[in-house]
Every structure is written in C-alpha cells, then in structure tokens.
C-alpha cells in the first residue's frame, strides 16, 4: 500500500495531537523573541560602566545573562518550594496553578521586562547624547552610566522563563502520546492531565 494514501490510526491520532497545541504554541512565540534578544544585552553592557557596586572587578559584558539565569532557578524552587503550598490550599489544586495559568503570568512577566528593557534603553541612549558619545564607535567609549541598570530586564525575563517555557514543555508532555514525548522536550515525568485543563 501507499503510505502517502493510507496512515495508520498512531500518526492520525498524533497529527491530532499537534494540531490541538498550535494556539498554545503560539502563544509562546513573543516570549521566545524577548529571551533571544541576547546580542543587545551584551552591545549595551559593552558601553556602560560595568563595575560591581564600584569595585574595581569587571562584568564582562556577555555575563550579564547570568542574572536571568539566576533569577530563573531562584524563581522555580521558590514555587515549588514555597508558592505551591500555598496556593494549593487556595486553588484545590496540588501543584497550585494551572499550566495555562502559569504561561500567562510568564507572558505577562516578559512584557514588563520588554518595557523595562526599553525604559533602561532610552534612558542609556539619552545619557549617551547628553555626554557627546553618540559619534564615537562602541568600542571607543564607556558612559556614567552603571551597567546594574541592566539587572531588572534580566531578572525579569529569567522569572517570566521559568513561569512561561517550563509550564508550556509540562503542557505539551501532558498533551502528547508517549510516542511523542520527545517533541514535548520534556524530562518531567510527573504532569498530570488534570493541570492541563
């Protein structure tokens, strides 16, 4: 027979599958373009103070990507450790929120660190005119300015990670025959269907 013209009831069912989490999907879409902005983090840090606190040591510019890291593993064991407990007491559910809940306060997150970024942005590119730099190339200058304002955008985008990106793999793994769990990227043996809905 044609496999182009007969499919088995397995590849019908997991067509199915994929086609019912394309709205969900989606919606990950403009968090992933607010993380992957990783290139103008480093350009902006480059130019700016990057001093800690005023000491004599040196962020490299690309290491600024550790705080959103950092706020990203601080943000999963405080909810699981410390928000889930309680909430579960409130919601009547054992892991607190709901999986769809948790993406929407991850894109909520990544749109105030989109706002942040652009605040910090503008007021980085005011100081920059305000002190003559504007006509020099980035190498060539370093502003007033304290590269800790950068901070706030990447602890943002590491909280709204950890709410967004691990809600939506528990989302899809719960989704997804088993057959497919690979396309869910998912180590997490513990989601239950019930949290998907």
Not at 22 to 48: C, D, E
């Amino acid at each position: 027979m044609d496999p182009w013209s007969l499919c088995t009831i397995t590849q019908v069912e997991e067509l199915k599958a994929l086609i019912k989490v394309l709205p969900i999907w989606s919606t990950g879409i403009p968090v992933a373009v607010t993380l992957n902005q990783h290139s103008f983090g480093v350009l902006q840090a480059k130019i700016m103070d990057r001093r800690f606190f005023l000491s004599k040591f040196k962020i490299p510019p690309a290491s600024f990507g550790v705080f959103g890291i950092l706020s990203m593993t601080t943000t999963v064991v405080f909810y699981v450790q410390v928000l889930v407990p309680l909430l579960s007491k409130f919601t009547k559910r054992k892991r607190g929120l709901s999986l769809r809940e948790r993406m929407g306060i991850g894109i909520a997150i990544s749109c105030l660190a989109t706002a942040v970024s652009a605040i910090v942005e503008r007021k980085r590119r005011n100081e920059a005119i305000r002190e003559g730099l504007s006509n020099y190339p980035a190498d060539a200058v370093v502003m007033n300015k304290s590269a800790m304002w950068l901070v706030p955008q990447h602890c943002l985008a590491g909280i709204a990670e950890a709410f967004n990106f691990i809600g939506q793999i528990e989302f899809y793994y719960s989704q997804f025959p088993k057959t497919m769990s690979s396309i869910a990227m998912s180590h997490s043996q513990y989601c239950e269907k019930c949290d998907a809905k």
